[in-house]
């Protein structure tokens, strides 16, 4: 029988010397990132950690953080309200495109592009952009339980660069889909995208999702149940960019990846698993993130479509194995 723990270090080893691709830099301060930085991480539902490699290294949480601001405005607005302002449709182009934008309903087509991302995040409610950055940043702690802090030189950076959001967020505004505080909602934007996150800390994030909203950890709820499925479903068609549907075919579980390298993943009821390492491939996901989920779903099973006796190995596979912690 396979043993879990043991599985998730050979991966790491497996992995650890793939060096294609390439660490984002068009965020300039993402460009600093240490190309050898490799972490997997996995949270069961009842809360049993196994992991291997940085997972305690910090890197701000970027697009992932979209999953998360989505189910807070699923809260704040409810599923009809939010689907006149942002779509579900995955879209095949590029995270950062604003073509469509410009067509028909004029409306971001989902959430996890930026243009849906941004859209979302206005949303936010709160008197003042103090009070809205302190609702997502607590959002966040409810989610990894514990404090969360931004990183300022991202954050600046980022800002100072964005010029793309900033068009994309006008163009919005043009067409009445935002409001009049496009700025206020950028920067909020960037602020969250520049959370500080481990690998471990992601993980966690996926378990709670995979324990209906609730943290295994602290017992702590950070999504009412009742959105849960709204957000998994999206992550599933919209969660890896313009990978998605091979990601769906290829993997099968609902995930988001970020450019700062980090892929966050979902197995309803059973667990959440993380990988770090920046990274990434043409489509802005991390190369050795894809290997190492490929290799996970296809071991124990874990694709969702996938009926035959293969979660059972999954199951069978974390009974017995101990909770080590690798280097
Ligand atoms: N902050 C990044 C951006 O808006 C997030 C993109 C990503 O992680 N894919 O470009």
Same mark, same amino acid.
């Given at each position: 029988?396979?043993?879990?723990?043991?599985?998730?270090? &050979?991966? =790491?080893?497996?992995?650890?010397?793939?060096?294609?691709?390439?660490? %984002?830099?068009?965020?300039?301060?993402?460009?600093?990132?240490?190309?050898?930085?490799?972490?997997?991480?996995?949270?069961?539902?009842?809360?049993?950690?196994?992991?291997?490699?940085?997972?305690?290294?910090?890197?701000?949480?970027?697009?992932?953080? &979209?999953?998360?601001? =989505?189910?807070?405005?699923?809260?704040?607005?409810?599923?009809?309200?939010?689907?006149?302002?942002?779509?579900?449709?995955?879209?095949?182009?590029?995270?950062?495109?604003?073509?469509?934008?410009?067509?028909?309903? &004029?409306?971001?087509?989902?959430?996890?592009?930026?243009?849906?991302?941004?859209?979302?995040?206005?949303?936010?409610?709160?008197?003042?952009?103090?009070?809205?950055?302190?609702?997502?940043?607590?959002?966040?702690?409810? =989610?990894?339980?514990?404090?969360?802090?931004?990183?300022?030189?991202?954050?600046?950076?980022?800002?100072?660069?964005?010029?793309?959001?900033? %068009?994309?967020?006008?163009?919005?505004? $043009?067409?009445?889909?935002?409001?009049?505080?496009?700025?206020? #909602?950028?920067?909020?934007?960037?602020?969250?995208? #520049?959370?500080?996150?481990?690998?471990?800390?992601?993980?966690?994030?996926?378990?709670?999702?995979? $324990?209906?909203?609730?943290?295994?950890?602290?017992?702590?709820?950070?999504?009412?149940?009742?959105?849960?499925?709204?957000?998994?479903?999206?992550?599933?068609?919209?969660?890896?960019?313009?990978? #998605?549907?091979?990601?769906?075919?290829?993997?099968?579980?609902?995930?988001?990846?970020?450019?700062?390298?980090?892929?966050? #993943?979902?197995?309803? $009821?059973?667990?959440?698993?993380?990988?770090?390492?920046?990274?990434?491939?043409?489509?802005?996901?991390?190369?050795?993130?894809?290997?190492?989920?490929?290799?996970?779903?296809?071991?124990?099973?874990?694709?969702?479509?996938?009926?035959?006796?293969?979660?059972?190995?999954?199951?069978?596979?974390?009974?017995?194995?101990?909770?080590?912690?690798?280097?």
């Amino acid at each position: 029988m396979v043993d879990f723990q043991a599985f998730l270090e &050979k991966l =790491y080893w497996k992995y650890r010397d793939v060096n294609e691709g390439k660490v %984002a830099s068009y965020i300039p301060e993402l460009a600093k990132a240490n190309s050898d930085s490799f972490a997997i991480c996995a949270v069961t539902r009842d809360g049993r950690v196994f992991q291997a490699g940085d997972v305690d290294q910090k890197f701000t949480i970027q697009s992932i953080s &979209k999953v998360f601001v =989505y189910g807070l405005a699923l809260e704040e607005h409810g599923r009809e309200r939010l689907l006149q302002k942002v779509g579900v449709e995955p879209t095949g182009d590029p995270f950062n495109s604003l073509i469509r934008l410009d067509e028909d309903s &004029k409306r971001p087509d989902n959430p996890m592009v930026n243009a849906g991302a941004i859209a979302t995040t206005s949303l936010i409610k709160g008197d003042g952009p103090t009070e809205r950055l302190n609702r997502l940043l607590t959002l966040f702690q409810r =989610y990894v339980g514990h404090e969360v802090f931004i990183d300022v030189p991202v954050f600046v950076s980022e800002r100072s660069t964005g010029h793309r959001n900033r %068009a994309m967020a006008h163009l919005m505004l $043009n067409f009445g889909m935002i409001d009049q505080k496009v700025d206020e #909602a950028l920067d909020l934007y960037f602020q969250q995208c #520049a959370i500080l996150v481990t690998c471990r800390d992601l993980a966690v994030m996926a378990a709670t999702l995979a $324990n209906q909203g609730e943290n295994p950890l602290t017992g702590e709820q950070a999504l009412h149940p009742e959105y849960v499925r709204d957000v998994l479903s999206i992550m599933y068609t919209c969660g890896m960019y313009n990978f #998605a549907g091979e990601w769906a075919y290829r993997v099968g579980i609902p995930a988001k990846s970020g450019v700062s390298g980090g892929i966050l #993943a979902v197995v309803p $009821n059973q667990v959440g698993i993380a990988v770090f390492s920046p990274l990434l491939d043409g489509h802005g996901n991390s190369v050795r993130g894809l290997r190492v989920f490929e290799e996970l779903s296809q071991e124990f099973g874990l694709h969702l479509m996938d009926l035959s006796m293969g979660r059972c190995r999954f199951e069978a596979a974390i009974r017995d194995s101990s909770e080590l912690t690798a280097s």
